[in-house]
């Protein structure tokens, strides 16, 4: 069980919201999730 919990904590950990509004907020606005992966011990984004 301590194992599945630092497991979701490490997933949730790299999911970061993006909120972007545009000119018109009640018109032009997105949200979207970002996440960055770990590779040898450096976190770089993910696309």
Do not use: Y
Not at 7 to 23: D, V
Not at 24 to 37: E, H, K, Y
């Amino acid at each position: 069980m301590d194992e599945w919990i630092e497991h979701t904590k490490l997933f949730l950990s790299r999911i970061s919201p993006k909120i972007s509004f545009g000119t018109n907020p009640m018109t032009g606005f997105s949200i979207a999730l970002d996440m960055a992966i770990a590779a040898a011990g450096v976190i770089l984004p993910f696309r």
